[in-house]
């Protein structure tokens, strides 16, 4: 989920343009496939994390929403905030 | 047409990897999934190939398949939708082996199946619940019949055995299905990938069996309930001593037929039991009766084979029936040759008092209403005459 909002900081993208992005960031560690993906979409669209911006033909795109902006900086701190715990070891 | 290739579908819906697995294999052998009626699965022949297929839940139900957001998504991934099975299930495939798997993350698949679960476990449920409503119906059919235990399991055991089967299968297979579905779910939950079935041979032929099995015991219940309803009447009207048409209405009710049903005791003017010459037709299947100013001849078949004859009953006993307006103090009738006669209580329509008497001859009735003016005595000697030689 973290990867997904990591993937619209860039800009509006499409389903297939996300799972390109995070399997380039991950260097093919994460690979999401398309039904984990929609979930996840349905999931921020209906908390209003992100929502569809263009429909054009099959592609739809979608943005990330100031709330989704949020979501996204606060994860990223309690992550950095894990490692430094971890560090701290 | 000679390009398809039709199926039986041999699995559960709900068991989506044994599909998924066995739709691999068929496309392996050329048979590409095109379309399905029912359990009718529809192949279209090509050439063999290697092909992932997967079933997915997400996109709700509907008569057209899953929502186009989904479809759309998935396709620009790579997987193709090809059809919907029981409304819920969505077929995808996908010929690239390097598209990534449908669902990545079996955690967020199962949270995708959990409202699917919640229905088959409600489903579930009541399934349990309609066995244990039809072991109640089959113990009170029991409790409550007049006829001991031992002749009702004689007369009925076809019907009772088939009931207590079905009984029984349902419940395994009712477990059985819990189990695969709450298997699949918990996997997932747990983090486990679904996996491809190698072998599935036990689970479609248990499937289909048991699918066959049900059928066939539902309609073993449902014929032997008439050939039943027959066998447990005539072992009542053989036995039976006193007034016809008490036998009648409670013949009626048992039969359940509902106009009659409906009706009170007391609106039971007159009924008779035919006892026909033919040892084919039941003794039961021929009421008399007549109700308010209408004179109704009603023919009960319990039998479905009997039906033409029930027909054919019907049309000789309405051809000589007469009604005569009569007079005459009914204890001096005569009805001497007569295999039967039956005279009914007074009773009134609209100002008039009528009586009846019935006379029967084999399978030659006469009815004859008193209604206050006629020698009903000459007539009923008359009757009797006629249909005496009528039988003759």
Redesign the interface.
């Given at each position: 989920m973290f990867y997904v909002l990591m993937s619209f900081l860039g800009g509006e993208k499409?389903?297939?343009e996300i799972?390109e992005y995070i399997r380039a960031k991950t260097r093919g560690r994460v690979?999401?496939?398309?039904?984990?993906?929609?979930?996840?979409?349905a999931k921020f669209e209906s908390e209003k994390m992100i929502e569809e911006t263009e429909v054009v033909g099959?592609?739809?795109t979608y943005k990330l929403t100031q709330k989704g902006k949020d979501a996204y900086y606060a994860e990223l701190d309690r992550l950095r905030q894990c490692i430094a715990d971890a560090e701290e070891v | 047409m000679g390009n398809i290739k039709n199926k039986w579908f041999p699995f559960e819906w709900f068991d989506i990897e044994n599909a998924q697995s066995w739709f691999e294999d068929c496309e392996k052998k050329g048979l590409k999934l095109k379309d399905r009626f029912g359990r009718i699965i529809g192949f279209e022949k090509t050439e063999p190939r290697e092909c992932r297929y997967r079933i997915d839940v997400i996109g709700g139900r509907g008569e057209y398949g899953p929502d186009t957001s989904v479809t759309d998504l998935y396709a620009e991934c790579g997987w193709e939708y090809v059809l919907t099975l029981m409304n819920t299930y969505h077929v995808y495939r996908c010929y690239d082996p390097e598209v990534p798997e449908l669902h990545t993350d079996p955690v967020l698949q199962a949270k995708s199946m959990k409202k699917m679960h919640i229905k088959n476990m409600i489903f579930e449920i009541v399934e349990v619940l309609f066995v244990i409503v039809f072991l109640g119906m089959l113990i009170s059919e029991f409790m409550s019949s007049e006829i001991p235990l031992r002749e009702t399991i004689e007369t009925g055991s076809v019907r009772f055995f088939s009931l207590v089967t079905m009984l029984l299968l349902l419940l395994p297979v009712g477990i059985i299905q819990m189990h695969i579905r709450s298997s699949i779910y918990h996997r997932l939950k747990r983090g486990e990938k679904l996996k491809s079935k190698k072998r599935y041979i036990g689970a479609a032929v248990t499937s289909t069996l048991s699918l066959l099995l049900l059928i066939t015991l539902l309609l073993t219940y449902w014929i032997s309930g008439f050939v039943t309803i027959a066998n447990s009447s005539s072992h009542m009207l053989a036995n039976y001593k006193g007034e016809l048409d008490v036998i009648c209405l409670e013949h009626i009710e048992y039969g359940e037929t509902r106009r009659l049903s409906e009706m009170e005791p007391d609106d039971f003017k007159c009924g008779n039991f035919m006892k026909t010459d033919s040892d084919v037709l039941a003794p039961e299947m021929l009421i008399l009766y007549e109700y308010g100013e209408d004179m109704y001849l009603h023919i009960e078949y319990y039998k479905m084979r009997y039906r033409s004859l029930a027909s054919r009953m019907a049309h000789e006993l309405m051809f000589p029936k007469d009604y005569h307006d009569i007079t005459a103090p009914f204890e001096m009738i005569t009805v001497e040759g007569a295999d039967e006669a039956y005279l009914s209580e007074e009773y009134t329509v609209g100002n008039e008092i009528r009586r009846e008497l019935i006379i029967r001859c084999g399978s030659r009735v006469v009815s004859v209403i008193h209604s206050g003016d006629a020698e009903l005595i000459d007539w009923a000697d008359e009757y009797a005459a006629m249909l005496l030689n009528a039988k003759d």
């Open positions: 499409c389903g297939i799972t690979s999401l496939g398309p039904g984990t993906l929609y979930t996840i979409l099959r592609k739809r | -």
